[in-house]
């Protein structure tokens, strides 16, 4: 398996593809990376020889911010919201849906699964 930036990129899928294992990287993303460096997109993963995987890597490094820098800076802004007290960061705090999704029905997989809640059912006579 080649190794960008820590991170194992599959062997057997497209060069695009396999670039948007990188936390950071989307379709069109790769597709620009591909382009600028003079590299096929149809090429497997395996076939990028050595001097392709540190051009690679190189421009991934200087151009865009990616996994653990990315993922630190996306909870530091999260953490801020919390911290300020806005709306959303009420709603982060709460584990419920934060861009204006409503809540009474879906939202289960921010909520997680259902709680009973007791004396909900009045006894019937």
Known sequence: MPRILGVDI???KVAWVALTYIYGIGPATASKILDEL?????IRAK???????AKLASTIQDQLVVEGQLRRTVAQNISRL???????????RRSLPVRGQRT?????????PKKAIANKKIARK
Do not use: Q, V
């Not at 003079?38 to 149809?42: A, L, Q």
């Open 10 to 12: 599959p062997n057997d």
């Open 82 to 92: 919390k911290d300020i007290g806005c709306y959303r960061g009420l709603r982060h």
């Open 47 to 53: 076939e990028l020889t050595d001097e392709e995987l």
């Open 38 to 42: 003079g590299i096929k997109k149809e």
């Open 104 to 112: 009474r029905c879906n939202a289960r997989s921010r909520k997680g």
